[in-house]
């Protein structure tokens, strides 16, 4: 049974490019939430999926975009980076919106020069 | 605002020993309470968790407990061992009106299990 699993793992772009962040949850997990975690932080929470639509908002601006599929993957778009968006970026997934335990994947290490 | 503070932000201790990290959060709508594990290079995993209508709960060599009076919880390993050695994560997590859930963490422990 996979667990959640993303892509790329590690990615360098420079200010002011685009990047989009893929997750894959785990098998029977229909719900996917988004979470940046700053070097010494915790993680904060971005945005979640559900039904292919955006359930619910952290307090990150519009650059921030996500999107989720029919076969519940979800991707994380980040438009015109700043130095501060380099962070890693989790993935978590759960059975469904209201289940309480969150699986989290591996994350992508995002750098930006 | 909403926050979860914890403590210590770092805790050496030797092998054999245990360990305590503290949470204290602010929102009394808090019901659940997980405590993540997360090693170098992975993304955090669940190794316990509490709801707020329990008061203890224990697992091996793990154990949380939950003060909902005083909005504090607490993590305790027991005869820690070096594979133990990793940053530790709480995270409240309470309902929202809109029907959804959301998780607010703790800034981390980085747990130090000296042979």
């Known amino acids: 049974d996979a667990g959640v699993t993303q892509s790329p793992t590690h990615l360098i772009k420079t200010r002011g490019q685009q990047v989009t962040l893929r997750c894959s949850p785990k098998s029977g997990h229909d719900t996917v939430s988004w979470y940046q975690q700053a070097l010494g932080q915790g993680p904060q929470f971005i945005f979640q999926y559900y039904e292919e639509e955006e359930r619910q908002r952290g307090n990150f601006p519009d650059r921030f975009s996500g999107h989720q599929f029919p076969n519940y993957s979800s991707e994380l778009n980040v438009n015109a980076l700043l130095l501060g968006d380099s962070a890693l970026y989790l993935c978590?997934?759960?059975?469904?919106?209201?289940?309480?335990?969150?699986?989290f994947g591996s994350g992508t290490q995002l750098s930006v020069l | 605002g909403e926050n979860v503070e914890q403590h210590p932000s770092t805790l050496s201790v030797q092998e054999g020993d245990s360990a305590v990290i503290k949470c204290t959060y602010s929102d009394s709508a808090s019901n659940y309470f997980p405590w993540y594990k997360q090693e170098l290079g992975k993304g955090p995993q669940l190794i316990i968790d509490?709801?707020?209508?329990?008061g203890e709960k224990k697992d091996q060599r793990i154990a949380v407990t939950l003060n909902k009076t005083a909005k504090h919880f607490s993590l305790h390993i027991t005869e820690t061992q070096p594979e133990d050695s990793a940053v530790y994560f709480c995270a409240a997590r309470r309902r929202l009106m809109s029907g959804t859930y959301k998780y607010i963490f703790g800034t981390g422990t980085r747990l130090k299990v000296l042979a």
């Open positions: 978590a997934s759960s059975w469904n919106y209201r289940e309480e335990k969150l699986f």
């Open positions: 509490i709801r707020s209508n329990v």
